[in-house]
């Protein structure tokens, strides 16, 4: 009996060596220590020994027990470990790896110019109005003295959405809001978003973008116009840029220009970005029409006023050096970074 549960010993001890799992550790368990186990089996047999030896092999019996018992434990445990060793292992963090890298954006060059447009102004006390983009006929056209079947609405291909509404195609409907909303002395400007039907090519988008200014006050003179206009060309385009006025005409402004400002690439010379002018066009200005003050609700007798209007898209492609409008729009990372 003594020979049996020593072998009992060294069986276990050899299939604990081999178990690597929890399964073959339980299965250890039931094998000699479970209810039909090999030990049991033993101890069951142990009425059948005489009272002499009964304590002896009862003794080595328990002693075997616990010796199982103790190396199921230790194995148990040496388990755990490289389990959790494995784990700690697949979960590595290395610290000291570098960073990943992500882009940072850059600002789009139509809102960089339109900032830098505002800025200026701001800087002369005009503050920013607003107007919406879908808007009425009445603000667009006929405020600005444009009535129906004024030839003028030509010129200006509109987006139509139904007989009254439309999509604004100036910001100049602005200028009608603001004053017809208060009184002056008014000194606005309004950058946004216009649309006109045309087709796209390098110097046309049915949408754009414009940039509308106003200043109503008593004895605002051309004079003032010239003046502020100038400060802003110096300021956009460098200290000795020029501005000169030609005639024009636009049904809301009397009398109209279109302005220009001297080549600041060639100083006047004339050169491939002015097209050998000397002379860039930028903007279109003018005194506000009495019929439009009148029409506003403001008296023309007491107050004058200038308003100008210039394209974002012109001045940033004028300033960048940029011949084909459609880069603006393509959202090209490559072209969008230059600037
Ligand atoms: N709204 C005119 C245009 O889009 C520009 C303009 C604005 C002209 C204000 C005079 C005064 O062509």
Redo the contacts with the bound molecule.
């Keep these: 009996m003594k020979t049996l549960l020593l072998d009992i010993r060294a069986k276990a001890e050899d299939a604990l060596k081999n178990a690597n799992d929890d399964a073959a550790l339980e299965a250890v368990r039931v094998g000699y220590l479970g209810k039909k186990g090999e030990l049991t089996a033993v101890l069951r047999g142990m009425g059948g020994l005489s009272p002499e030896e009964r304590p002896i092999v009862g003794a080595l019996a328990n002693e075997v027990r616990t010796y199982i018992e103790n190396a199921l434990a230790e194995k148990k445990k040496e388990l755990e470990e490289k389990k959790l060793e494995a784990k700690l292992l697949a979960e590595k963090l290395d610290v000291t790896a570098p960073g990943e890298n992500f882009e940072i954006g850059v600002r789009h060059p139509l809102e960089k110019i339109e900032t830098e447009m505002s800025d200026i102004f701001r800087s002369m006390g005009f503050e920013i109005a607003e107007g919406p983009e879908v808007e009425f006929d009445l603000f667009n056209f006929q405020k600005?003295n444009i009535p129906e079947n004024h030839p003028a609405r030509d010129?200006?291909d509109t987006f139509y959405i139904t007989d009254n509404i439309l999509l604004r195609?100036?910001?100049?409907p602005v200028?009608a809001r603001v004053m017809m909303d208060t009184q002056p002395p008014i000194r606005i400007i309004s950058p946004g978003r216009?649309y006109r039907a045309d087709e796209v090519d390098a110097t046309h988008s049915p949408v754009f973008h414009?940039l509308?200014?106003?200043v109503v006050d008593k004895g605002i003179t051309m004079g003032d116009l010239r003046g502020m206009l100038e400060t802003f060309a110096k300021q956009m385009f460098g200290e000795n840029t020029k501005i000169r006025f030609r005639p024009?005409h636009?049904p809301?402004?009397e009398p109209?220009a279109e302005v220009d400002v001297s080549c600041f690439v060639c100083g006047g010379k004339g050169c491939r970005v002015c097209k050998g002018e000397g002379w860039i066009e930028i903007?279109?200005?003018?005194m506000?029409h009495p019929n439009v003050l009148r029409g506003c609700g403001i008296d023309p007798e007491v107050y004058s006023g200038?308003?100008?209007?210039?394209?974002i898209e012109r001045i940033v492609m004028i300033k960048y050096g940029i011949d084909d409008m459609r880069l603006l729009y393509e959202n090209d990372l490559r072209f969008l970074k230059q600037f």
């Design positions: 600005l010129t200006q195609s100036q910001t100049s200028q216009v414009q509308e200014g106003l024009h636009f809301f402004t109209s903007l279109g200005a003018g506000v200038f308003a100008f209007g210039m394209g």
